[in-house]
């Protein structure tokens, strides 16, 4: 099976910065071909993308955090990493790491809560 680790949650003042990892193991073998992605959750909202890598390296941003956040992959070592700067309280949510896979199946990590404080 696929299993999905995030890492780096924390707690952070506004204006701060914090760096987010997933790490990727089990029955992923070609790490390299798969979409990822950053999803959040705040309380009480519906879980949002927030940012999308493909396999090659293009990206993708919410409107939201364009300038502020970058998503970037390192396929030898199966991570996927979401450097957070300039951090607002609204970017306080429980952080999730997705891949894409076969046959419209997606696999989940379990989160990292980001909390950012005024």
């Known amino acids: 099976q696929v299993h999905l680790v995030e890492s780096g949650g924390g707690l952070v003042q506004a204006g701060g910065s914090l760096r987010l990892s997933c790490a990727a193991s089990g029955s992923v073998f070609i790490f390299k071909v798969y979409t990822m992605g950053w999803y959040r959750q705040a309380p009480g909202k519906q879980r949002e993308l927030v940012a999308t890598?493909?396999?090659?390296?293009?990206?993708s941003y919410a409107d939201s955090v364009k300038g502020r956040f970058t998503i970037s992959r390192d396929d030898a070592k199966k991570m996927v990493d979401l450097q957070m700067n300039s951090l607002k309280p609204e970017d306080t949510a429980v952080y999730y790491c997705k891949l894409s896979g076969y046959r419209g199946v997606d696999y989940w990590g379990k989160g990292t809560l980001v909390t950012v404080s005024s």
């Open positions: 890598i493909i396999s090659g390296g293009s990206t």
